[in-house]
């Protein structure tokens, strides 16, 4: 069974200096009309605009050390500071004022920094083995980009996506990533080629239903599915799990936000391995 993996502060902080590698030339961009602008601004609010360019717009400097640690394949880097910054060779550096700044940051607190990458080549990634995370249909990038960052933390081996899930390079949810999203394997799926395989598939329910508890399941060699905020696992991928598990909860909580499920989940499946 193979996926394809297809990628992958409320104040303003103060910009830290990088080790100098080598002087940067910065150009200096001074209208919101410019074609660099205009580039930007489109990765910023359109899912369609990313895909049709192989390209995503990242915020904030701790992204960019992120992403120079991992060899991303980073293109433009914005800045509102004067920096020198330890950058591959081929990397264009851009001088804009804050005006700019904050029209083409898609986040209400831009940080002072904004730079493109090229999405990564398409891969195959073997689900037979470890344990994988499907995401079914989240609508909020923040818990995408923090299911992604804890994947990385608790040694997940791929992070699955259906194609009606919020996107893991909006900037929202590279933001909550914390840098994870260079790293961690990423993948969109086919329902349909989870149907034809021989993974062990684990849902994920409510305290309420007669589930198994997590604290009695094994993890390991599974993909494990959580579903959408408010209406949980769909119908159609609960019919084709093995199993369904369950996070023993107090009788006064109802509920937990899925970003915490899949957390306290990961953590159980790493503690079997």
């Not at 660099?36 to 050390?65: I, M």
């Amino acid at each position: 069974m193979k996926a394809t993996k297809v990628a992958f502060g409320d104040n303003k902080p103060k910009c830290r200096k990088f080790t100098v590698l080598r002087e940067v030339s910065v150009k200096n961009i001074t209208s919101r009309r410019n074609v660099k602008c205009l580039h930007v601004k489109n990765l910023g609010k359109s899912k369609e605009y990313r895909y049709q360019h192989g390209e995503f717009l990242c915020d904030g400097v701790k992204l960019l050390e992120e992403a120079i640690k991992s060899e991303a394949d980073i293109i433009d880097v914005f800045t509102t500071s004067q920096l020198k910054i330890n950058l591959p060779q081929q990397i264009s550096v851009y001088s804009i004022d804050e005006s700019i700044m904050d029209s083409l940051s898609p986040l209400k607190n831009p940080q002072g920094i904004l730079f493109t990458c090229k999405m990564p080549d398409v891969i195959s990634d073997d689900l037979s083995s470890g344990t994988h995370i499907l995401l079914d249909n989240l609508q909020d990038p923040g818990n995408v980009g923090a299911i992604i960052r804890s994947a990385d933390a608790f040694g997940i081996d791929s992070v699955l996506l259906t194609h009606d899930c919020a996107d893991p390079y909006n900037p929202k949810a590279l933001r909550a990533s914390m840098g994870a999203i260079f790293k961690q394997k990423v993948s969109f799926i086919n329902i349909e080629e989870l149907k034809s395989s021989k993974v062990r598939i684990i849902g994920t329910g409510s305290k309420n239903g007669k589930y198994n508890s997590i604290c009695d399941m094994n993890l390991t060699n599974t993909v494990i599915v959580l579903g959408n905020e408010g209406q949980g696992v769909s119908d159609r991928l609960k019919a084709m799990c093995d199993e369904i598990l369950t996070i023993p909860l107090s009788q006064n909580c109802e509920s937990l936000n899925v970003s915490i499920a899949a957390s306290i989940i990961m953590w159980e499946a790493r503690k079997g391995r």
